[in-house]
């Protein structure tokens, strides 16, 4: 037996399959025009066809650029079932609503010129089904006297819901059922109001009261499904909707589509997952990259024509075309449609046309307001940059206030036109340089160069290129500063001694992170290599007097030995990374020297390549180099040129 779930299941798979085979791809000058090409290849009325439109059409501007409408075209779920027999559902059901109802099958008389006609039903599930004697039993009542049997049988046994004549009756015409006709609602609506025959009268039929719909002019919109109801439950004296026209369709007005938050104010917070809700993510800044669709106008559409019951059209207005919003860095996809980005930034609307700004200003501070700052462009701050939160940016960021424990990081140069005080914290990353007034306490790393007016102080600082700190005031002093080609300041060290300053020059901080990070993963796998081969060899030497161990006992045996195998191979690629670093080191073209304009303290500790010197006396205007092996001090060298002309725009 199948269950009411399963049978519901099938008839939803028997309905999508269906749904597949009854569909045809047409199309027209119009939608409506288009709708009846698939009438006609579905040989289903326009009322039961659903489709979608697989792409609108356009009337043209002065004949140029039209399209015709394309569209997919299927029956209507509702109306394959009731044609196929599953179901009795309205046209008002959707699929997902049409079930299988238990339904009594039903035996319906009419009395026509043509004699007694007879129409049985089927019953629908568990119904049902009508018998003979209830067939005879509704002839019978309509006092219907010669009634040929065997065909009732055989109507009674095929019920397939067909009228057919079965006998005859005394007829008298003047008793025959009548109807009238209303038209109603300026010609949009059409009633009919029948008169219950006499005795010996004839009901009315379907095709009778079609004929008269015809002869009066009324030709749209007939409802046949009403009409056949009304012939088998009539309702006298009473309205009778039979025909209803259709009201016109003002087509929609073109817009636009945008393809990102319009609100610049709207901020979109996230729950962590331990139900924390963060404030600094606001993510309020609308980025895109070049060659993003970022809006799309969605084209005007053609007004539907209505027509009324008696076939006369009504006119209906065409939507109204819209220009594209273009605005800066923007252009027109080969759709016609898509504004597409030409940069990476902001995508914004300005005075109601789309832009995309690649530079994005922070009005004030970086805080709670603002949150987090992520930008595919350059970032301007005209405050500060507060603790705790972060800038990132694709290219630039210029921050005219400070930068305190905060996260800088940028593909580009990094400016901050007063200072930076990490408080151990802070870190700041530039693809490129990196500009600052002064460094406190904080993590920095540049692609380029590191070049400070006033000072760096306890931090640790890394530029492929070189550090450079100068101005009356220019000094470092604590911390740990890494230059491939120089370190140049004012003054080195402290002249009290307490604060120890480590520069290294000639060596690529990255590959020297790199190798440094490696030694220490090296260190940690001989260890563990050293425990295991320990452990191992225990396991071995029980086994050579015992001649054989617990089955647990060789299992780990085994898994130690594995671990080894991989250690070693772990330790061999360690090394091969190593080496591999070492000669990109070796292979640097560069010259690396550490200086001071005006002194350099004792206490201060140099490295130029893997060669160290501490310094033990004061030196004035020095610069010291690598010869033949050692650490020498020469002349003083001013720094770079490029070192000392800053940014564009920056003043220092």
Known sequence: MIDFVKLQKLMKEQLELDRQIRAVDTEGDSLESALAKAGVLLDTPVRHIEYEIVESGFRGILGSGKKDWKIRAYVKDSYQMTRTGYSLASETETSSSIVTIDKDGEAFVVLSPEGAMLKVTAPVGSGKKVTEDMALQCLTVRNIKTIDRNLVHTIVEEAEGKYVTVGSFDRNYSHDSFLKLEVADSDMRA???????????CDLTTDVIINHLRNNRVVVGVKNDAINAFVDRPVYKTQVLVAEGSREVNGRNAYIEYLFETNQNKAHLHESRDGTIDFKNLQIIQNVVQNQPVAKKIPAQEGVKGR????????????VDIPLPMGKNVHVGEDGMTIIADINGQVMIVSGLINVEPVFVVQGN????????IFLGTVEVTGNVEDGFSVKAAGNIEVNGTVGS?????EGDIIVRQGITGKTKGSVKAGKSIWARFI??????????VIVSDGIINSQVDAYKRIVCQGKRARIVGGRLRASE???AHVIGSSSGGTETICEAGVDPKIKKAVEKLSAEKTAKEKELETVTAEMQGLINIKAQRKSLPEEKEFLLNELMDQRNRLNGDLQQIAAEIAEHQQAQDNLKTRGRISAANVIYPGTKILILDVVENIRSEYKAVTFVLEDGLIRAVKYERPAEEATRGPEGYNG
């Open 486 to 488: 120089e370190i140049n």
């Open 406 to 410: 905060a996260e800088l990081e940028a």
């Open 440 to 449: 406190e306490n904080a993590v920095i790393e540049a692609d380029n160069m």
């Open 308 to 319: 009324t019951v008696r076939g006369t059209y009504l006119p209906a207005k065409d939507g």
């Open 366 to 373: 970086v805080n709670l307001k603002t949150g987090n700052i």
């Open 191 to 201: 009633y009919i109001v029948v008169q219950p025959p006499g005795p010996g009268g």
